[in-house]
């Protein structure tokens, strides 16, 4: 081979090594998935796992207490969860039978049970009730919730109740959550649940429920049509875009916010991320909307979590959109969390930062980041404190 030719191959391999070069350095400069920056957040208590139980609303619900204590300058508490599983369990099994059987009856719950319990029933610290009655060091409530279904269908069968046919249930609950102290000794000192709510000084009735559907009138409260609304309590309704402009003021605000939302879509994934990815948005023209349509339903789940794995079009939410999925069944009542700040992508694009109960998991440890698109597509209620409102809005509803 003569010079000129070994010059030319060594161009060629010195171009391609160049080349190789600067794309490698592209890609370890350009960060793959999605980089998060916090832009607000308040504080929380420590992530707490729910385990095999359906009880994400207690521990919701209780996380936002929790927070509130914090907002208000008191201690930081660690409220029981399974104080308030067992009162609405109670609660639960009473209401099933008065109704014939004709009310849901299951594990599941809403925020205003925590908020009822407060009230009615007051609180335990955790220490002095952890629910865990049963050799598990973490709460698995199979067993329990199988036990008590079948206990009440069977009290509705025979029809003639007799009178201790609650003392019967309430012995089933015991067995596992154990049974509530009267009173008891906290940091030295006697109380009775009550006593204790009281001295947490949070008022029940401070905290309001919202909503945002077309099938009543804006502005007005209603009782939410979902399952685990047993206790049919109201939420206020207001326009989706005020929903969220009501959340990212709170959180704006110093405060928290209990979210009950959909978590059954593929852009909600166990790696701590909730985005609504905007398939029909996405550029499918020519051959790719050919493979797109010749894709199975499994394929397609499989392609939209790889959208979910970094910043992607997100779905344009509407009112209409919205409430169409809740009339079909699409967006359904599925889990309760707490959100707690505001963060944004690298693209700038805003996300609610979300304590989840389902332990340290995630690539966040327990964390979650939900786009403003998935949070106005399937938020199902909020609830929040009253002071939590901007003015004009908490006008519009008549709260003062």
């Not at 959109?321 to 707490?338: C, V, W």
Request: proline share 4%.
């Amino acid at each position: 081979m003569n010079r000129s030719k070994l010059l030319i191959m060594s161009a060629f391999l010195s171009a391609g090594l160049v080349a190789y070069a600067n794309e490698e350095d592209k890609e370890k400069s350009e960060p793959e998935g999605f980089v998060f920056t916090t832009v607000k957040e308040n504080p929380i208590t420590s992530i707490k796992n729910q385990n095999r139980s359906g009880t994400c609303w207690s521990f919701s619900g209780n996380a936002l207490l929790e927070s509130e204590l914090i907002r208000l300058g008191k201690k930081d508490a660690d409220i029981s969860e399974m104080f308030v599983v067992y009162h609405n369990y109670m609660d639960k099994a009473d209401k099933y039978v008065r109704m014939h059987g004709e009310t849901n009856f299951a594990a599941g719950g809403s925020f205003y049970d925590v908020l009822y319990v407060l009230k009615n029933y007051g609180a335990l610290p955790e220490e002095a009730y952890k629910g865990l009655n049963y050799g598990e060091e973490n709460h698995v409530h199979n067993e329990m919730d199988a036990l008590s279904r079948a206990y009440v269908d069977q009290v509705i069968k025979l029809k003639n109740l007799t009178p201790v046919w609650k003392q019967g249930y309430s012995g089933i609950i015991e067995a596992y959550l154990g049974e509530v102290p009267e009173k008891f000794t906290y940091n030295g000192k006697e109380y009775t649940p009550m006593s204790y709510a009281k001295e947490l000084g949070l008022n029940a009735d401070d905290y309001v429920s919202i909503t945002s559907y077309t099938h009543h009138p804006f502005y007005e409260q209603f009782v939410l049509e979902i399952p685990d609304n047993w206790r049919w309590s109201s939420s206020y309704n207001v326009p989706i875009e005020e929903l969220n402009e009501i959340t990212e003021y709170a959180v704006n605000n110093g405060f928290t916010v209990a979210w009950g939302s959909d978590v059954s879509e593929k852009g909600f994934s166990r790696d701590g991320l909730a985005v609504l990815p905007d398939i029909k948005g996405t550029d499918l023209t020519g051959s790719d909307a050919a493979r797109w349509l010749g894709l199975s339903r499994d394929e397609k789940d499989k392609e939209i979590e790889k959208m979910c794995k970094t910043p992607s079009v997100e779905l344009v939410v509407t009112q209409e959109n919205r409430q169409k999925g809740f009339d079909n069944y699409e967006t359904t009542d599925d889990h309760g969390m707490l959100i707690y700040g505001i963060a944004k992508d690298q693209n700038g694009s805003p996300y609610y930062m979300v304590k989840n109960s389902w332990g340290e998991t995630g690539n966040y440890k327990g964390v979650w980041y939900a786009s403003y698109p998935f949070f106005n597509a399937k938020t199902m209620n909020i609830v929040l404190h009253k002071d939590a409102l901007p003015k004009k809005i908490a006008k519009k509803l008549g709260i003062k």
